[in-house]
């Protein structure tokens, strides 16, 4: 029987960037969620790629990566969204649509955080392709 001081190897803390990660998507589903979007899906996961929000808004389905950077050093959060990662958001997102939402439309929004200088929202951020 365990005791008290008996420790699980799942509750050992997350790295920082990990939780700064986690604390910012919470950040961004919840402003999303003030804004009239609906949460269907967070860190959906493929091999091909992962999507941090998968959200309705009315009638359409918004696929939403969320970045953040503690600075605009090296460009800031949204250029760090080359087109390599968005060429792995649009295939798991299109994997998404053909198996849970087929003939339902479509975008990609970005919410990029960076330092303590609030959300920035940018709806239609790049195309299906």
């Not at 899906?41 to 950077?69: K, P, S």
């Not at 605009?72 to 958001?89: C, E, F, M, T, V």
């Amino acid at each position: 029987m365990p005791t008290a001081s008996h420790v699980h190897l799942d509750s050992k803390p997350k790295a920082a960037h990990l939780q700064r990660g986690e604390n910012t998507e919470q950040l961004a589903c919840k402003h999303l969620q003030a804004n009239g979007l609906k949460l269907l899906h967070q860190n959906y996961r493929l091999r091909t790629g992962e999507i941090d929000l998968i959200m309705r808004d009315g009638a359409i389905i918004v696929f939403i990566e969320v970045r953040y950077r503690k600075t605009q050093r090296y460009g800031g959060a949204l250029l760090s969204i080359d087109p390599r990662k968005q060429a792995r958001i649009i295939r798991t997102a299109q994997h998404y649509l053909q198996y849970r939402a087929p003939d339902t439309q479509a975008r990609f929004d970005v919410i990029a955080v960076e330092g303590d200088d609030g959300i920035q929202w940018i709806k239609n951020a790049f195309d299906l392709g």
